[in-house]
């Protein structure tokens, strides 16, 4: 079974940093890029960034509103991906996910989500 | 930036057909796709790669795009398929991620 678990989330003061992992297992990671979304409380999705398989050169890209203050990585050994976030801000308080993207004919979708990780940002 | 719009709920009877849109410029080349969220869980790919659909995703799901819009269909609306469904393409000129606002359906 295709699975992703993301894990790191809490309670977390402001301008701090925090690193979500996001541990995968029942396919082949490394052939597959990950993408971070958040969803604040009562709002839509919001894609943070990803990572592209190391096929496809291992680059990441970020969302303009967090470039800057977000890094995604990826261990492929471990088949888990990171997202760390830095000078955190009440603003970032939301459910964190992440997800396995599928590549067709160019163009990522989202084929298989993680149930999230909750991160309170608080002082 | 790249944006989506969609509304922000829909209204269905029970048995009827729901039928949801996405805008955007030159949206129909972008491979939208659909997900659905219920209360409380993670969201679900319902369509994919035109009109697939994921195993496990019933056929009462479908959908159809033109040049600058994507429609999602479901036909035989039942109380369980009330969530928010999203529209999603790929920007490639920023290679980014796009999601609309998402769009409530309530079946009544």
């Known amino acids: 079974e295709v699975q992703l678990v993301e894990s790191g989330g809490g309670l977390a003061q402001p301008g701090r940093s925090l690193r979500l992992s996001c541990s995968c297992s029942?396919?082949?990671?490394?052939?597959?890029?990950v993408s971070w979304f958040r969803q604040a409380p009562g709002k839509g999705l919001e894609w943070l960034g990803f990572?592209?398989?190391?096929?496809?050169?291992?680059?990441?890209n970020y969302a303009a509103s967090v470039k800057g203050r977000v890094t995604i990585s990826r261990d492929d050994s471990k088949s888990i991906a990171y997202l760390e976030i830095n000078s955190l801000k009440t603003e970032d308080t939301a459910v964190y996910y992440c997800?396995?993207?599928?590549?067709?004919?160019?163009?990522?979708?989202?084929?298989?989500w993680g149930k999230g990780t909750t991160v309170t940002v608080s002082s | 930036s790249y944006e989506v719009t969609q509304p922000p709920s829909v209204s269905v009877s029970p048995g009827q057909t729901a039928t949801i849109t996405c805008s955007g410029d030159?949206?129909?080349?972008?491979?939208p796709c659909w997900y659905q969220q219920k209360p409380g869980q993670s969201p679900v790919l319902v369509i994919y790669?035109?009109?697939k659909r994921p195993s496990g995703i019933p056929e009462q799901f479908s959908a159809s795009h033109s040049e600058n819009t994507a429609t999602l269909t479901i036909s035989g609306t039942q109380a369980l398929d009330e969530a928010d469904y999203y529209c999603?393409?790929?920007?490639?000129?920023?290679?980014?991620?796009?999601f609309g606002g998402g769009t409530k359906l309530t079946v009544l």
């Open positions: 997800t396995r993207d599928e590549l067709y004919r160019g163009y990522y979708y989202m084929d298989v």
């Open positions: 029942g396919f082949f990671f490394g052939d597959f890029a």
């Open positions: 990572i592209k398989s190391k096929l496809y050169g291992g680059t990441t």
């Open positions: 030159q949206l129909g080349y972008k491979n």
């Open positions: 790669q035109d009109n």
């Open positions: 999603q393409v790929w920007d490639s000129s920023t290679a980014s991620v796009v």
